[in-house]
């Protein structure tokens, strides 16, 4: 018996791994403190080992718990506490998901129900016992306790009482009247409303519209990157032409990034006054990386046509650029949809004007027509759309040229010690890579990658100049496909909308395989979901083929447009 890092197993024929609760098996490690993770490997360099590197640690308690789960020859046994001693409800790791999508047939126990009746004394005993395991469906135990309680007077309605209390719901406002005034005859979202209704309609109905909040620790973050980055890029952009950025001398081009962070430490955060040496040295370390995103926006612009217009761009019912565009359902109710775009680009060839829009990422974000599918990630096309649609000056009858998504977290690249340079320039050409989605189109795939190279878009060419596999990539999409896309957006939306109108609140997550909409949900207690819940799967869209099929069968279904109609 010991701690998964610390135990040696050798041969044995059972393991019971226990605790394997959300943040505690694997455990999550806070890297705060005096010292970085970069600070400790320097130490160690020197021979100085305080302890092992933060940033491996995640790495580690995986491997803790693959080596605990593998070690038996015969059995394993996984478990996890329901909850603290003072009544703190606590939720399983995601691993446990992952064992039993991995394993289907791997049963799942609750002990606090199993061998219960040696704890049975008397009718309120029995009544805890059945209460702590009602939602075991399959105990025959359990079932035989309900049938017993409800034969006795004193607890046959707290019983019954029990069984609605925890009956699972499908979440509705009945009265018509009452969801209307809820929402109103004009609906205003943002793209994060929208993503959250279709994540799951009850965390929506929560959060958005009973403005219900769970209670948090109140903690002041120590350093906004993503703000930060957005500002630095922002101006320093407006600033300079944007291929200069690639040739610009490193010294002068170090000394504007560091002006800008003062300045914005100055301004926002209360200057370095009274700040600790890890948030003045984080805010620092930025530096580096925010010079490195600056070169290869650089080199980008110097093999493109395209060229910024707008900066934090506006999309507002009164937006003197960009309107929103309005939106009706089947009842007259309205809906616009608004925000701003960190980016807008245009390229004017041949009489046509071209418009993309970059959005810079501080995470992981990656293009996904399946999330466009079921409602998700569609911010930015709906700014794209909204562009060409409502767009005016320089952004007036614009051709949706695509969109983009530019990492600029400023972190570290990890390389080895073996690594030639070439090697480097390649793994930092790749991690700045942009993903998204772009018109097919030649002239402006071109004007985005002049020379054909590949590096800096999703989209690839053939030795014959052509583009690579367009057919089937589903980065890539004609002015036809373009067209269904923004068709199949604005139904979402006026679907959410009307859907709203008539009370449908129900709990109803999605589901995408590796998520669950309720892993981490603040509401999960109060809709009561079990585990044999319906769920919206995203599993129906796999392909390219797949998802304009599918909005192509719904199309005929509506009565919609016709395949034929283009975007532009």
Not at 227 to 236: A, G, K, R, S
Not at 397 to 404: E, F, K, N
Not at 432 to 455: P, Q, V, W
Request: hydrophobic letters at 35%; proline letters at 3%.
């Amino acid at each position: 018996m010991g701690a998964a890092d610390r135990i040696r197993t050798g041969t044995v024929k059972a393991v019971f791994v226990v605790g394997v609760n959300d943040g505690e098996f694997p455990a999550v490690y806070d890297q705060s403190g005096i010292l970085t993770a970069e600070d400790r490997r320097e130490l160690s360099k020197c021979g100085i080992d305080i302890a092992e590197q933060w940033d491996n640690r995640p790495l580690f308690e995986r491997l803790f718990l693959y080596n605990a789960v593998t070690c038996s020859s015969e059995r394993v046994y996984i478990s996890y506490k329901k909850q603290e001693l003072e009544g703190k409800l606590l939720q399983p790791s995601a691993v446990i998901r992952q064992i039993t999508g991995i394993f289907p047939s791997v049963t799942v126990e609750n002990t606090a129900v199993k061998n219960a009746a040696e704890d049975i004394w008397n009718n309120a005993t029995a009544f805890e016992i059945y209460a702590a395991g009602r939602r075991d469906k399959s105990s025959q135990f359990i079932s035989s306790l309900r049938e017993y309680l409800l034969t006795e007077a004193e607890f046959a309605g707290r019983t019954r009482h029990l069984d609605g209390v925890f009956k699972p719901q499908n979440f509705k406002i009945a009265d018509k009247e009452t969801a209307q005034k809820l929402i109103g005859k004009k609906l205003r979202l943002a793209p994060s409303n929208v993503e959250r209704y279709f994540d799951c309609r009850f965390k929506y109905f929560c959060y958005d519209c009973l403005r219900l909040k769970k209670k948090r620790k109140a903690e002041m973050s120590p350093l906004e990157t993503g703000t930060l980055i957005h500002h630095v890029l922002e101006n320093m952009l407006a600033a300079h032409q944007p291929k200069e950025l690639a040739v610009i001398e490193f010294g002068e081009l170090k000394n504007q990034v560091e002006q800008l962070l003062s300045g914005y430490l100055e301004e926002n955060l209360g200057g370095s006054v009274e700040k600790t040496a890890r948030f003045v040295y984080l805010y620092e370390r930025l530096k580096d990386g925010i010079i490195r995103l600056l070169r290869r926006i650089g080199d980008e612009f110097e093999n493109s046509d395209f060229v910024p217009a707008a900066f934090e761009l506006a999309i507002k019912e009164n937006s003197p650029q960009v309107k929103s565009v309005k939106l009706y359902t089947k009842e007259g109710t309205e809906v616009v949809v608004e925000g701003y775009v960190d980016r807008v680009d245009v390229m004017e060839k041949d009489g046509k004007r071209y418009v993309r829009v970059v959005d810079y990422k501080s995470g992981g974000k990656k293009f996904n027509l399946a999330d466009v599918y079921y409602g998700l990630n569609m911010q930015m096309l709906i700014y794209l759309f909204s562009i060409q649609r409502q767009g005016s000056g320089v952004l007036a009858d614009a051709i949706p040229a695509g969109v983009l998504y530019l990492p600029a977290d400023g972190s570290v690249i990890s390389v080895e010690r073996k690594d030639s340079e070439e090697e480097i320039v390649e793994k930092s050409r790749k991690h700045y890579k942009m993903n998204g989605l772009l018109l097919n189109d030649m002239e402006a795939i071109t004007g985005m990658d002049r020379d054909h190279s590949g590096k800096f878009i999703p989209a690839s060419f053939s030795k014959n100049g052509t583009l690579y596999r367009a057919e089937v990539s589903p980065y890539l999409a004609t002015a036809e496909e373009m067209g269904k896309i923004c068709r199949h957006i604005d139904g979402l939306i006026t679907d959410m909308a009307q859907a709203l109108s008539d009370g449908e609140v129900c709990a109803l997550p999605m589901n995408s395989g590796s998520h669950l909409a309720c892993d981490f949900c603040d509401y999960s207690d109060i809709c009561r979901r079990t585990a044999d819940s319906p769920e919206r799967d995203m599993l129906a869209i796999k392909s390219k083929n797949d998802f304009y099929s599918a909005i192509d069968g719904e199309t005929q279904e509506k009565g919609g447009a016709e395949d034929g109609q283009k975007l532009d």
